[in-house]
């Protein structure tokens, strides 16, 4: 698995790291190695539905409320997979490529404790998708 996460903020004590920059946060590098170094590990599933909400709020949104949730459950590092534009209607969850991306990541490191998301809708509107394909496998 090719690890593409390219971008590191500090927010809150809490480190993220993202693909894509977020212009209103000042980039940091990370001080340790997230694969080889026993640090409290965390990723984070972000998913919106459509187009419309690609330049709205809800990336924001999101990503602030797993970052204070990464806080509180003592996590250093939340690495963040982000699905854009994506419905959970008509995509299951073991379908979505950066569903597979976070299964993989979490797959091969063992300092990954948690995934972390918005609310359940972010993660499937189905029962069996998540659960069968991508949580029971890990």
């Known amino acids: 698995m090719h690890f ?7 927010i809150n004590g809490v480190y993220l790291l993202t693909e894509t920059p977020r212009p ?3 980039e940091v590098k990370l001080p340790f190695n997230i694969f080889k170094e026993s640090i409290p590990l965390a990723t984070s599933y972000i998913r919106w539905s459509d187009d419309g909400q690609t330049f709205g709020h809800s990336l924001h949104i999101q990503e602030s ?5 990464a806080k509180r459950e003592g996590f250093q590092v939340v690495a963040s997979f ?16 950066q569903m597979q991306n976070m299964k993989q990541f979490i797959l091969n490191n063992k300092n990954v404790k948690a995934v972390i998301f918005y609310e359940e809708s972010r993660i499937t509107r189905l029962i069996e998708d998540f659960v069968l394909y991508v949580l029971g496998p890990m």
């Not at 699905?83 to 073991?94: D, N, T, V, W």
């Open 4 to 10: 593409m996460h390219k971008y590191t903020y500090l």
């Open 24 to 26: 209103n946060l000042q």
């Open 65 to 69: 409320e797993i970052v204070a949730r």
């Open 82 to 97: 982000i699905e854009e534009a994506k419905s959970a209607y008509h995509i299951p969850a073991q379908k979505r490529v």
